[in-house]
């Protein structure tokens, strides 16, 4: 393979990556909310800690075994965008926790004791003033963890991708061709490695400017926040 | 539930419910108590999918991986030398590929436990603020290289290059692989040992300084033994990353499934047999069910450091001046 563009591959990826956050952005700021603003010592929150905690310690391959098994074949979704995406959701689902937990506990208990003292109840607190004080610092998290599935390969050489396909995507489950699965893929199996070896380094550049360029606005953001706030 | 938590609920429920009674007294203590709860399960409910996940993972390993055991018996499979999936008949022995994991794990943490921890002590103390921010942004910013990226700098950069210097038969081996290894971890072990320095109670430090010792005495007899359980920690789970990382090892470490004699030999490290081998096994066959069972043990050896980490930050966690 000498020739040809690699949109397809930054499609997939594009596509992979918004599905991960569609799963993992809600379902881990409700997460943060129930950690930092419901939960209360005792043995059920260090074993959902626990639980988090070793998530985020789950190697990215073993991921990709889960995915495959339970996603692609048990569930039947095939090697598609919908398995790699629920497989990349999951792995980065600590990540958002742990950001948007700490964002959450940056927010000053006065803040809540002043909306709950004008007699709003604990649910109208969180969503009316919790919730957007905490959010730059929720969505910064939350960009870091996406960069990181923008860039993962292992989990989706199960669930998801695919060296070569012609066709764009047209449904979730659709196979797609993906940025890192494609360097992978050029950089060890083609049949004139020497010859792509311009075509490799561009595609690695192109995946560090997107991953890079995620994380660079995030921090930026970031930066900025902290300038700003004033509590 | 604990009893401590619903006790809890009434109390929130009713000082609610005597907050809102002057201003709207249709609402019941009833209703308040439903507006109080369902959030609050809901929410609970969203916390606990980490828990079903990683029950689900270890459901799942299990079921595809257990299976090869009623084929291969378990002595052979962890003792056995011999690799050969493919051949006829085939060979299920993990040894060589448990070793391969071992000697990157353990020779890539050499390289990143001081340059870690070093980054970490010199950000902690020595550095001025300007310059802490943009090696902080950096740390940050090498932690988020996608493995793929820097598993083809190793492959086209480090290996030519040690091939060449060193005169080595292969350029993809057990250091190649740990030095790419060792910079992956070095942010996790940057960070969490950043933190757990800046948790060494401040008293301490200047107690030592008014006693007249000087920076490097205050560094190494006050700040590091007090900040040691954090350390370890992020030693700890530096190692655990780099055991799990995949793209690394498959790229860089040759995938000779082979018990190394040298550090200079290739070797296969579970992970990388996993994913390269996943593509061409047929489904549900024997050497599926057998890296499924490599994902077992690889599953396994990561949670125990993960525990152990987590037990040690527990166990040690500095609460204050009063426990050094």
């Known amino acids: 393979m000498t020739k040809g563009g690699i949109f397809p591959a930054i499609i997939g990826t594009f596509y992979l990556t918004i599905g991960s956050s569609l799963i993992a952005l809600p379902l881990g700021v409700a997460s943060a909310i129930y950690l930092s603003e419901y939960a209360r ?91 957007p004080s905490a959010m730059p610092g929720v969505l ?4 870091l963890g996406i960069g990181r ?6 989990p989706i050489m199960f ?13 979730p ?23 792509t070896r311009p075509l490799q380094y561009g595609t690695v550049l192109v995946l560090i400017s997107l991953v890079l360029g995620i994380n660079i606005f995030a921090i930026i953001i970031r930066t900025r926040m902290r300038r700003k706030k004033t509590w | 539930m604990t009893p401590a938590m619903s006790e809890g609920d009434v109390q929130m429920s009713s000082l609610s419910a005597g907050g809102n009674q002057d201003s709207n007294s249709t609402t019941s203590v009833v209703e308040l108590k439903v507006q109080e709860g369902l959030p609050k399960y809901f929410f609970l409910a969203a916390a606990s999918t980490s828990l079903l996940v990683m029950a689900l993972i270890m459901i799942f390993l299990f079921r595809e991986g257990l299976a090869i055991f009623g084929k291969v018996n378990p002595v052979s499979f962890f003792f056995g030398k011999a690799w050969y999936p493919t051949y006829d008949p085939p060979e299920f022995g993990i040894l060589a590929l448990i070793v391969g994991s071992v000697s990157v794990t353990l020779f890539s943490s050499l390289v990143a436990i001081p340059l870690g921890v070093g980054t970490a002590l010199y950000l902690s103390v020595l550095a001025g603020p300007t310059v802490r921010e943009y090696v902080k942004a950096a740390v940050e910013l090498l932690a988020s290289l996608p493995s793929v990226v820097l598993g083809f700098l190793g492959m086209v950069v480090i290996a030519p290059a040690m091939q060449q210097i060193l005169d080595v038969p292969t350029g993809l081996n057990i250091v190649s ?18 933190d757990a320095l800046y948790a060494v109670p401040r008293d301490n430090l200047e107690a030592s300084y008014a006693l007249g010792a000087t920076r490097w005495e205050t560094m190494s007899r006050i700040l590091v033994p007090g900040a040691l359980s954090g350390i370890g920690t992020a030693v700890i789970l530096g190692m655990s990353r780099a055991m799990g990382e995949t793209m690394v090892v498959l790229m860089v470490a040759g995938g000779a499934a082979q018990i190394p004699s040298s550090l200079f030999d290739s070797v296969r490290p579970m992970p990388a047999s996993i994913a390269a081998e996943m593509g061409e096994a047929p489904f549900g066959g024997e050497h599926y069910h057998a890296l ?21 930050s527990n166990r040690f966690q500095q609460k204050g001046a009063s426990t050094l």
Request: glycine share 8%; hydrophobic share 55%.
């Open chain 1, 41 to 131: 010592e005792g043995w059920l929150l260090r074993l959902i800690r626990l639980g988090i905690q070793n998530l985020a310690g789950v190697p990215s391959v073993v991921f990709g075994l889960y995915g495959l098994a339970l996603f692609v074949v048990f569930l039947g979704f095939g090697v598609s965008i919908l398995a790699g995406s629920l497989t990349l959701g999951f792995l980065i689902l600590p990540t958002v926790i742990g950001a948007s937990e700490e964002a959450f506990r940056q927010v000053p208990s006065t803040f809540r004791e002043a909306s709950l003292a004008l007699g709003a109840t604990k649910f109208q607190t969180i969503c009316r003033v919790v919730l």
């Open chain 1, 140 to 143: 910064t998290g939350s960009i």
């Open chain 1, 149 to 154: 599935a923008a860039g993962e390969t292992a």
């Open chain 1, 159 to 171: 669930t998801a991708a695919t060296f070569y396909t012609k066709h764009l995507p047209t449904s």
């Open chain 1, 173 to 195: 489950l659709d196979q797609v061709m993906a940025l890192p699965y494609h360097i992978y893929v050029l950089a060890t199996s083609g049949t004139h490695i020497d010859q």
């Open chain 2, 177 to 194: 692989a740990s030095i790419v290894l060792a910079i992956m971890a070095i942010p996790t072990i940057t960070s969490i040992s950043e």
């Open chain 2, 292 to 312: 499924f069972a490599i994902g077992i043990v690889l599953f396994l050896m990561t949670l125990i450091f993960n525990l152990v980490a987590t037990y040690i």
